[in-house]
């Protein structure tokens, strides 16, 4: 059955340093998405992308955060530099379709610690 | 602001029980409502409802969508250890251009013991 991957699993960074997490979409998806989960807390929308455009953001979403689709299959999530609330897992999801109108299938996550 | 509660927060039973978690919303534009289930990382996806009074069912989980009174239940029936699990409800906001967000509830810690 067709998965969402995501690397690294784990990240640990210091703070002020750049992170790319990176995620491999379902291959016949044309939406993707990344979404946060603070420990303990709820899973948060971060970002919409299709057709190589940022569709919707989040307010978390700012200029420190970029995403990208490098290639035909790898999706990325960049921060420029990194801040202790950083700490999260992030999750990469995809969609064959917007707007809700299909489910949305998510990745195992990239947990990223900075210290 | 959209705003999804589930309820309970918390919930411990025994083997072979049934449960019944809620999930109401509050969501401008909306369009679906999904259930997933939690457990070591990824949400898993469960059920996607976008009509009232439809139920969907897999296996010993069911659930249903009232549009009217704003809210949707997952239930689980005969339950098994391995049910346990966060299960999240969503809510996807198809709002004005764009492709919409899922806004997340808090989730239902589901545990059974043996």
């Known amino acids: 059955e067709p998965e969402v991957t995501q690397t690294p699993s784990h990240q640990v960074t210091q703070m002020g340093q750049e992170v790319i997490l990176r995620c491999v979409p379902i291959?016949?998806?044309?939406?993707f998405y990344w979404y946060r989960q603070i420990l303990g807390q709820k899973v948060e929308f971060l970002v919409s992308f299709y057709n190589n455009e940022i569709s919707e953001k989040s307010e978390i979403f700012d200029d420190q955060f970029s995403v990208e689709r490098p290639d035909g299959s790898n999706f990325t999530l960049k921060i420029r530099s990194t801040k202790l609330e950083d700490s999260a897992m992030y999750f990469c999801?995809?969609?064959?379709?917007?707007?809700?109108?299909?489910?949305?299938?998510f990745g195992p996550g990239t947990r990223l610690t900075v210290t | 602001e959209d705003k999804v509660v589930q309820s309970p927060l918390s919930l411990v039973v025994h083997e072979g029980d049934t449960v019944t978690l809620n999930c109401s919303y509050e969501v401008t534009n909306f369009r679906s409502l999904l259930w997933y289930k939690q457990e070591k990382k990824a949400p898993t996806f469960l059920f996607m409802l976008t009509s009232s009074g439809i139920e969907k069912k897999s296996g010993r989980l069911s659930s249903i969508l009232d549009k009217k009174e704003l809210f949707s239940i997952l239930n689980i029936t005969a339950t098994q250890t391995g049910d346990s699990a966060i299960y999240l409800c969503?809510?996807?906001?198809?709002?004005?251009?764009?492709?919409?967000?899922?806004?997340f509830g808090q989730g239902t810690i589901l545990t059974v013991h043996p």
């Open positions: 291959s016949n998806h044309l939406y």
């Open positions: 999801a995809s969609s064959t379709l917007a707007g809700g109108f299909s489910e949305q299938y």
């Open positions: 969503a809510v996807f906001n198809a709002g004005g251009t764009s492709y919409g967000k899922l806004t």
